[in-house]
């Protein structure tokens, strides 16, 4: 769903190599150039110019007036994502962080040194765009007031199309802001948010947070972090083994206070500053960086800490409830990253199969393929449909709505679970749509791959997600039956669609509401976590896209990728039953058609068959 065409909208910026004594590489662009037999790329469009589906989903999640503001703001994003970010990106995947242990006096610094290109795409986060202080600022972007949650996401889902690894530092930043804006006392407010909320980089403390330890990762109640209070400052021992973004001027970090007890009740949250008020470092060390499959632009390393001081952060018995605050935020993040990152790979699979021809015609045009694209796009715009509906109902959760803040605990797991592995079979197909050039690292493929993997990983495995959802948000939140009224709700406002495709979708929907309840109910249906999830995410995203396609100002689209999710992810498939081929065709020709155009009407005729 992508009007693209192969014609580049602006110039991409000549590229540093990164080896000494080499000149400069102009970027090719994807103009009206001829390439012979090779595909362009998505290098040099706007990538919110050609995404008529982000568009609309806008239209249908956002207020007009904000979105009126905002437009031009994302359209310019969109921009840079596609141009200057799009070659930084690929400039600083070449050349990642580099750890330089001591300076040449032999002092123990522990520096991390960055490419030029990753202060550049720093610059255009945080200064340009202000991601880290959009819903916090008094006057975002001029509106006046804090930008709501759905303009940062939107934010999200285009940064990332270009670079995966920044969104940490990004969206980690801003949702430090939130937790200590929530929590901390205020005298710890007034001196750390400040510097936190400062709109030029070189004057910003930016955030992350440091979790994982050998003793535990996802079992966090087992970390061995001590906090210690010696002469009226906390101060902490321990190592943490996976720790992102390393070098940011505050850490949230848990730790468990000596005396406390034993399990998740004894863990506190602290600030850790990296330098302390005086100038001088705090003590701790970076002991390594890691060397990652992907996400090489961003800085993943071990810290020693020892006796590093440190600021109580609430109630010492809440850490980690806490820093769930935080996580949770993170964990939505991850699931527009995952809608974004397919985008990209679902972009470069139709820069292919518009532009290559094989056996006689555009690669798009053979059915196989064609397939073999829809699977990109199907998950894509569940991700989008999903995480825009999740966004809208933050910022009414955070007004208040405890009905919205269910709504909000179910679906930000649910969202995270099932995008985070969907994207990993999208950046594969993406790359086996362009063929051999996919696998080399001069185009962007073997970079989706690689980024793709970190979704299931960062902010809980895939078994800890499934595990919140089906233990915690329906087994003890009963979360779920908010989602269920709200998903029963959208079907009973879809009476211009066909009463079949109506009847389909209610049936999903009554099937996997009853199956998520009774593996919630007990934890000896634990070992179907994964599969219920799974069957809730795709009927609820088959109903937001039916709903989505059948508003005013909506892409139409969506009604028949609704159709897709229902026959090839909700409902029973007989592998050896032939497809009802009539149907698929005919959606194929409208969904790919280059100029975007299907009206509600033409969908409706299309479900009929």
């Known amino acids: 769903m992508s009007n693209y065409s192969g014609q580049a909208h602006l110039v991409v910026p000549a590229q540093d190599t990164g080896v000494p004594n080499t000149p400069p590489v102009k970027a090719v662009t994807t103009g009206n150039e001829s390439f012979g037999h090779i595909a362009p790329d998505c290098a040099g469009l706007n990538f919110y110019d050609i995404d008529k589906s982000f568009q609309a989903s806008l239209r249908v999640n956002m207020d007009p007036k904000v979105l009126a503001h905002f437009e031009p703001i994302i359209q310019r994003l969109g921009g840079v994502a596609g141009n200057e970010l799009d070659a930084l990106a690929r400039k600083v995947d070449m050349n990642p962080p580099v750890l ?6 032999g002092r123990d610094l522990a520096t991390i040194v960055y490419h030029p290109a990753y202060r550049e795409m720093e610059k255009i986060g945080f200064e340009d765009f202000q991601f880290h202080t959009l819903c916090h600022q008094p006057n975002a972007h001029g509106w006046g007031a804090p930008a709501p949650q759905a303009v940062k996401y939107a934010f999200h889902y285009l940064f990332t199309q270009s670079e995966f690894g920044m969104m940490c ?13 929530t929590f901390a006392s205020e005298e710890l407010k007034n001196y750390l948010l400040p510097k936190m909320m400062e709109p030029k980089l070189d004057d910003l403390w930016k955030g992350t947070q440091f979790m994982t330890e050998r003793a ?16 009226g400052v906390w101060r902490l021992y321990g190592d943490k083994w996976f ?3 390393t070098d940011a001027a505050i850490a949230l970090i848990l730790a468990r206070p000596e005396g406390a007890p034993e399990g998740i009740k004894g863990v506190a949250m602290f600030a850790l500053p990296r330098y302390l008020a005086d100038g001088s470092r705090n003590s701790y060390r970076i002991v390594r960086l890691k060397e990652k499959l992907g996400t090489k632009s961003l800085a993943s390393c071990e810290i020693v800490l020892e006796g590093a001081e440190a600021y109580l952060v609430g109630r010492a018995d809440q850490g980690i409830k806490q820093m769930m605050e935080q996580v949770n935020m993170s964990r939505l993040s991850h699931g527009v990253r995952a809608a974004g990152h397919m985008r990209r790979c679902y972009n470069e699979a139709m820069a292919v199969a518009r532009n290559r021809n094989a056996f006689g015609s555009r690669i798009i045009e053979h059915p196989l393929l064609r397939r073999q694209v829809i699977k990109i796009l199907v998950p ?3 991700a989008l449909a999903m995480s825009m509906l999740a966004a809208k109902y933050m910022d009414e959760a955070r007004a208040g709505s405890v009905e919205a803040a269910q709504l909000v605990r179910i679906m930000t797991p649910l969202i995270k679970f099932r995008a985070c592995r969907d994207a990993i079979n999208a950046a594969r197909a993406s790359m086996e749509t362009r063929g051999g050039n996919g696998y080399i690292e001069e185009w962007v493929n073997a970079r989706l791959v690689r980024d793709s993997h970190i979704g299931v990983l960062w902010e809980g495995t895939s078994n800890i997600n499934a595990i919140d959802v089906v233990r915690r948000a329906v087994g003890k939140s009963k979360a779920h039956i908010n989602l269920n009224a709200l998903l029963l709700q959208k079907i009973e406002e879809l009476p211009q669609l066909p009463e079949a495709l109506r009847q389909r979708l209610l049936h999903g929907v009554q099937r996997s509401f009853q199956f998520i309840s009774t593996v919630g109910s007990s934890a000896e249906h634990e070992h179907m976590a994964r599969q219920a999830t799974t069957a809730f995410y795709n009927a609820a995203s088959a109903v937001v896209l039916a709903w989505e396609g059948s508003q005013q100002h909506g892409d139409p689209r969506k009604v028949l990728l609704s159709r897709f999710v229902l026959e090839h992810r909700v409902e029973p498939i007989d592998p050896m039953a032939p497809p009802n081929g009539d149907w698929e065709k005919a959606a194929y020709v409208e969904l790919f058609k280059e ?9 409706c005729t299309l479900l009929a068959l």
């Open 100 to 105: 330089e242990q001591r300076d040449r006096f």
């Open 169 to 181: 530092p990004l969206s980690i930043t801003d949702a430090t802001i939130h937790v200590l804006r």
């Open 216 to 231: 535990g990762g996802s079992d966090v109640g087992t970390l061995e972090t001590t906090a210690r209070f010696e002469n």
């Open 243 to 245: 720790a992102s973004h």
């Open 380 to 382: 894509a715009e569940q």
């Open 595 to 603: 100029d975007c155009e299907v009206t509600l009407k033409q969908a």
